[in-house]
């Protein structure tokens, strides 16, 4: 399998209109952990098989086109990713990465990249640091594995891993720092301190420094400066909570509707990927998150999230949106964070599938690698159509 011309992750590829970097989920493949929680042989590709269509126009079940249901046990698959990745333009995944004091879980996955040296792409960490609950089937009581933060010591063997996935080339860095995302940083005791003790042996270490990310959650903007972070990325979709922003009574009244018909919460996919996200921080920079779709309805039934009626087109325009709003920026500090590469339970993933074909990748070739010449698909297209919303 040949993979195409990758950037070093230490030089951004200057020829890219942004550097995208895309959140990876390293679930698909059992481990005793989900087995013993939900049944021997557990991955989400369970979950995502059994969806349904909640309500008429409602596209589910998702199926999976080129790779199938993966086992990302599989080195040929992790390999057939990177090829995808590196030709739409996307620089590197961005692993989510799990440690609940001194434990890994969903480690395998990466722990074989970064042993094997293969696939040659780029690569970074977002510390997934929350609990493991049942809260997707409504079981919140339920903990599979509890986040915890002992001390001095865990701090110190957390960071001899850390350190040997820094050290590798394929690592991403921004002028020469490695790049690290904390996906609840406000839920670490002593924030700053840990974070101090991270800089620390990251300079004792040899290297120049850290660049540290942190995933902001709420709707009021986070300032990463409080916190001892270099940037802020949202991780939510904008402005989707009708008591904060919405003013159109009738449209406020549809969802409570929505809620006692037992439907899932529903959304027009125009109107969130029309809107911009605002999360800027007064201190420290900030970077856009794009969306190619949304849906937790495959995890949660009617309690879940519709985006609904999204398409490569729409996502085509939010990414072009969010290169602009990077783009006078020296080009290794032009980061784009992409959510997600392959969360299907979610909705939010770019690889193929039946319905959209390779219509999410070619969207990102064409914003990003803009010579390579796609057409641009038509809201007419049948893959690109929006259904009507329900009513």
Known sequence: MTIAPIPKADAADSTSAARVVALYLPQYHPIPENDEMWGAGFTEWRTVARARALYPGHAQPRRPMDLGYYDLRVPEVRMAQAEMASRAGIEAFCYYHYWFGGRRLLQRPFDEVLKHGQPGFPFCLC????????????????????????????????????????ADPRYLRIDGRPVFFVYRPAKIPDVNRYVDFWREQALADGFPGLHLIAVNHRTLPMEPKKLGFDAVVANRLPD??????????????????????????????????????????????????????????????????????????????????????????????????????????????????????????????RVLRPTANLAAPSISDGRATAVSEPR
């Open 127 to 166: 510390w997934a640091n929350e609990s493991w609950t049942g809260v997707w089937v409504g079981r919140p009581e339920q903990v599979v594995m509890e986040q915890v933060y002992p001390g001095l010591e865990d701090q110190r063997a957390h960071w001899a891993y850390l350190r040997n996935a820094f």
């Open 240 to 365: 989707t909570r009708p008591w904060v922003s919405r003013r159109d009574l009738r449209r406020w009244l549809n969802f409570k509707l929505q809620a006692w018909r037992r439907q899932p919460t529903v959304y027009s996919a125009q109107e969130v990927l029309s809107e911009p996200i605002a999360d800027r921080p007064r201190e420290g920079a900030w970077y856009p998150t794009v969306y190619p779709n949304w849906d937790t309805t495959p995890r949660h039934g009617e309690r879940g999230l519709v985006m609904h009626g999204a398409n490569p087109a729409l996502f085509e325009g939010q990414l072009r949106r969010a290169v602009e709003s990077v783009s006078e920026r020296p080009h290794a500090h032009r980061l784009v964070l992409l959510k997600s590469w392959n969360e299907w339970a979610e909705g939010n993933y770019v690889e193929p599938d039946e319905l959209t074909g390779h219509g999410y990748l070619d969207a990102l070739r």
